[in-house]
């Protein structure tokens, strides 16, 4: 067996959200339009008329390069590059060739898979650029059995960034994860959905194999000819086209015979297997030239006003939510991945900070008291989001942007669990009834009974009956067995079935047992 190693590089096209489309004032993305409602002389391509570049689709995709890291050019141009096909109603479709607004920068993101090589990777962008998309061919079924296309312009002339990596992925569940991140990234800049599904981002994924030494180094040429797998539009589909390439590649290399020269291959979901694609046009010969009907770009000043405007990214708001609130990891991840409930943790985690200020006793607390005190609630807002919220969400269809509860009287609720008034079951029962009416807890409290009982006569005979069931338990906490106390407490909540005020049961315990 030969040490073989994957390497892979994906062409990214995602659809920017502009109004209309980059080069005339047709809806690009209007929802239900009947299919070629949305066009016009110069999306359909007819002759004589002028395109003019969408500046709001320039600023996007400036933006995403920027959050990419890349270096945006000063100056920049559109090219014509040139095939024949039905859903190109020009002949040529405006890109941009060797001067892209974008180049040179980088992504580095956390790779989460049992058997991923690295658990950190950083790619390499190549480049970002601009182009218009081409018009949908669609196949209907016609029952007739005869084969028929129709052509769809709506689409003709989106805007659309292409992002194109350095070869630098190293297993499938990188590419994954890159493009997990870039849909984030794409989303908290507003510039796209990115939603694979719906074609909003789509992907070509570039593999080759080459093979590696003993000690990890490689062995001949650094690469080889690679397989470009097009279209692929589906996370699923990225990652398993590109598991089957790697095995099919491994298989020739096994055999002496690696892939002689680079081939274009199709996904195909039903065989779970790529195949040999028609190539459209002599791929390479597109004859670019520069597009002499439209200016070039100056995007200095832009840049700078974007580089300005630039909100928080992805990985940053991970790394603060870990040093700010005290979050793990895992739990920073599952929050940041969506937006909103990023905003709302924001928001409880501000009020939850605002209350720990308040708090008469911890005035002029040591920073360690501090620390415990923000990590205690780390864990409690992280668990409170992550599993009883989206749980309760998920178990009625509704999500956090339009959920009834709102952040204050979120963080209310948790300050009644943290201060032992409301218990963790009587909590999430009030969380119910919030998300249902939108009350805020005290009166959800008061009207369900949900708080925790202070009872003292019942809490005194729930405590003796401990005393008295428990006295092994009892005469070891006496003997210094001091852990013991939190077991006694447990049983003196199980007697009163949770209702009990947990500080109030552990005061009369300590008082029996030690008085
Ligand atoms: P092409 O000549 O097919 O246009 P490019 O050099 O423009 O190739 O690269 C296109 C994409 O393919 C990039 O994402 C790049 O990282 C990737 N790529 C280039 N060479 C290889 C290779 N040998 N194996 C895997 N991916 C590659
Ligand atoms: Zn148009
Ligand atoms: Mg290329």
């Known amino acids: ?97 060797d001067q892209p607004i974008a180049s040179e920068g980088e992504l580095t993101f956390e790779v989460h898979a049992k058997d991923a090589p690295r658990p950190v990777a950083t790619i390499r962008i190549e480049r970002a650029h601009l182009e218009e998309d081409a018009a949908k061919n669609v196949h209907p079924s016609t029952g007739s059995g005869l084969a028929q296309t129709y052509v769809d312009f709506n689409r003709a002339g989106v805007p659309l960034v292409e992002i194109v990596t350095g070869p630098d992925f190293r297993s499938p569940a990188e590419a994954k994860a890159f493009l997990t991140e870039l849909r984030l990234i794409a989303r908290t800049l507003g510039v796209s959905d990115a939603d694979m599904e719906k074609g909003q981002l789509r992907c070509d994924a570039n593999v080759s194999m080459r093979e590696l030494d003993a000690d990890g180094n490689v062995v001949g040429p650094k690469f080889h000819p690679k397989t470009e797998v097009k279209n692929l539009n589906s996370f699923r589909h990225v990652e398993r086209a590109l598991a089957y390439e790697i095995k099919r590649q491994g298989e020739l290399w096994e055999a002496d015979s690696p892939p002689a020269e680079s081939t ?52 940053a708001k991970r790394a603060r939510f870990v040093s700010e609130y005290a979050l793990k990891g895992e739990d920073a991840r599952q929050i940041v991945e969506d937006p909103s409930l990023a905003d709302f943790a924001e928001a409880v985690f501000s009020e939850m900070h605002a209350w720990l200020q308040a708090l008469p006793e911890l005035d002029g607390a040591e920073e360690a008291v501090w620390e415990k005190e923000r990590s205690r609630i780390g864990k409690l807002v992280s668990s409170w989001l992550t599993t009883k919220l989206l749980g309760a ?99 003196v909540m199980k007697e009163t079935e949770g209702t009990a005020d947990a500080k109030e049961a552990r005061n009369m315990l300590l008082v029996k047992l030690e008085g």
């Open 1 to 97: 067996m030969k040490r073989l190693e994957p390497v892979i590089g994906l062409e990214i096209h995602v659809q920017l959200k502009t109004k209309t489309k980059m080069f005339c004032g047709c809806p690009a993305h209007e929802a239900g339009a009947a299919p070629n409602a949305n066009t016009c002389p110069v999306c359909l391509g007819q002759p004589g008329t002028l395109p003019v570049v969408n500046a709001e689709a320039v600023k996007m995709g400036v933006r995403m390069g920027l959050a990419l890291g890349c270096a945006i050019a000063p100056r920049s141009k559109f090219d014509r590059k040139h095939y024949f096909y039905p859903d190109l109603p020009k002949g040529y479709q405006i890109s941009q060739y």
């Open 264 to 315: 274009t291959r199709g996904w195909n979901d039903a065989l779970q297997k790529t195949e040999p694609q028609r190539v459209k046009e002599a791929e390479g010969d597109y004859r670019y030239f520069p597009e002499p009907d439209l200016p070039p770009l100056e995007l200095s000043e832009l840049a700078d006003v974007e580089r300005a405007k630039m909100p928080e990214l992805p990985s």
């Open 393 to 491: 969400l998920a178990a009625r269809g509704g999500d956090v942007r339009t959920m009834k509860v709102d952040a204050e009287n979120f963080a209310e609720l948790l300050v009644l669990v943290a201060t032992g008034k409301l218990n963790q079951t009587n909590a999430a029962v009030a969380l119910e009834e919030m998300l249902e009416s939108g009350a805020d807890p005290s009166h959800v409290m008061e009207d369900k009974r949900l708080g925790a009982m202070q009872d003292a006569g019942v809490i005194a005979t729930a405590v003796d009956r401990v005393i008295a069931n428990f006295p092994a338990e009892v005469a070891r906490y006496k003997a210094g067995e001091k852990q013991l106390l939190q077991f006694l407490i447990g049983m």
